[in-house]
């Protein structure tokens, strides 16, 4: 009998070789419930969840036995241009302007062939880690070459599609001139991003990304009240402005700081109306808690949006990884069971509801069909070693196998020693 591994390395010789390996389906594996089971998967669905023991023992149903098996993640919220700069530049350590400043900075100096490389390899970074679906936002530069960032951004979605799912937010700034945003639209750009909460006027700000979403027939998905400002309620206005008039496409608002540190009369009003409008939430945790509170010394407030009401209410709820190595945050692992952990610890999550936010949460926002290990779930998913949810949650072990559409597209393996006896 072939152990897990062995049938891994396998694979992963496969894979190098030949590309994605469709399979028919996984043995033995661990469901989130502790049920163990056989899944079959034909055409990138699963058709059925079986008994142990009802798949033939070969290359084409690995025998998972010892796995844990979820839907794959999806990370509503990246940014892969900017994704591995720390290297070569000191990270300024310091809040979002800080951020902002130095990233400024470190673009002027990037070219195509350098947003590429680094976008790439992030890109496989999250695959390997168990990521099939990507929203990544990209920078609208200022100079005289506005989309090298999405220009090389597209070649890497287009060339990556065969393993992986991504799709573009184009990011301009308030000062942006609107033909250049429209012109991103035309030159690769999926869907509309922003930042309002950046600008002098945000709801003028915000009108016009609202517009040209209806202009282009694409959703929109913001960066929203980035601050710890009661005050600053962008997401309400993307609400209201969804609710008047349906904005095509998804509709999504990310980080939403503010929402943290509402008092509880004004959150529950809001979170009614983000409901009411169908407009989803990324929590981007990491990110969040590293720029949120440098001035607040003692006490200092955990910088996250207030995702337990927001849950409460039926909004849906998705976290990310946001930046991955960056100026916005120089440590990040690419790992959405790095995400998962911290929305337990920080944002007082169940395992369960914190899991659900990187891979259920993740495709809702992103409008994908819902996947997983059950009849009819897209053949998207994600196999850790490990006894039970929990167990793969606390510790985000290495060994893994990722399925997308029903073929393996990254597998890994740990070997582990000590000395004691």
Not at 38 to 59: E, Y
Request: with cysteine; net charge negative; charged share 20%.
């Amino acid at each position: 009998m072939q152990l897990p591994a062995e049938q891994i390395h396998r694979l992963m010789n496969r894979i190098s070789a030949a590309g994605p390996i469709p399979i028919s389906g996984l043995r033995n594996v661990t469901l989130t419930d502790n049920s163990i089971v056989d899944l079959r998967i034909a055409d990138g669905v699963v058709i059925a969840v079986d008994s142990p023991g009802s798949l033939a023992a070969d290359d084409d149903s690995p025998d998972l036995a010892g796995y844990v098996v979820t839907s794959a993640a999806a990370d509503a919220h990246a940014h892969l241009d900017k994704a591995l700069t720390v290297e070569g530049n000191e990270p300024a350590y310091g809040d979002l302007h800080h951020a902002i400043q130095q990233w400024q900075q470190i673009a002027t100096n990037a070219d195509y062939t350098d947003y590429y490389r680094r976008a790439r390899t992030a890109a496989l970074e999250m695959l390997s880690n168990g990521v099939t679906a990507i929203r990544t936002h990209c920078n609208l530069n200022d100079g005289p070459e506005p989309f090298v960032g999405l220009s090389a951004l597209a070649r890497v979605r287009d060339e990556l599609r065969p393993v992986l799912d991504i799709e573009i937010a184009i990011l301009p700034a308030p000062w942006s001139p609107t033909e250049a945003i429209a012109g991103a639209m035309t030159a690769g750009a999926d869907i509309m991003g922003g930042c309002p909460h950046l600008a002098d006027d945000p709801e003028a700000e915000l009108s016009r990304l609202v517009e040209l979403a209806h202009q282009f027939g694409v959703g929109l998905d913001i960066h929203a009240d980035e601050q710890l400002t009661p005050a600053m309620l962008s997401v309400r206005s993307l609400a209201r402005h969804h609710i008047a008039r349906p904005i095509p496409g998804t509709v999504t608002a990310g980080h939403c700081v503010s929402l943290g540190v509402l008092d509880p009369e004004t959150l529950a009003g809001v979170v009614v109306e983000l409901a009411t409008a169908g407009v989803a939430v990324v929590t981007l945790p990491q990110t969040n808690l590293y720029l949120q509170g440098w001035d607040h010394p003692v006490a200092t407030p955990r910088g996250l949006t207030a995702v337990r009401a927001l849950l409460d209410a039926g909004v849906t709820l998705a976290a990310g990884g946001d930046n991955i190595r960056d100026p916005f945050n120089p440590v990040g692992r690419a790992d959405p069971l790095e995400t998962a952990s911290l929305l337990v610890a920080a944002g007082h999550l169940t395992i369960e509801e914190s899991m659900a936010a990187v891979t259920v949460g993740g495709r809702t926002a992103m409008g994908l069909p819902p996947a997983g290990p059950f009849v009819g779930g897209v053949a998207d998913l994600l196999a850790c070693r490990g006894s039970s949810l929990a167990d793969v949650v606390a510790r985000g072990p290495a060994d893994r196998l990722v399925l997308h559409a029903g073929r393996v597209v990254a597998a890994s393996t740990s070997v582990r020693a000590t000395a004691a006896r």
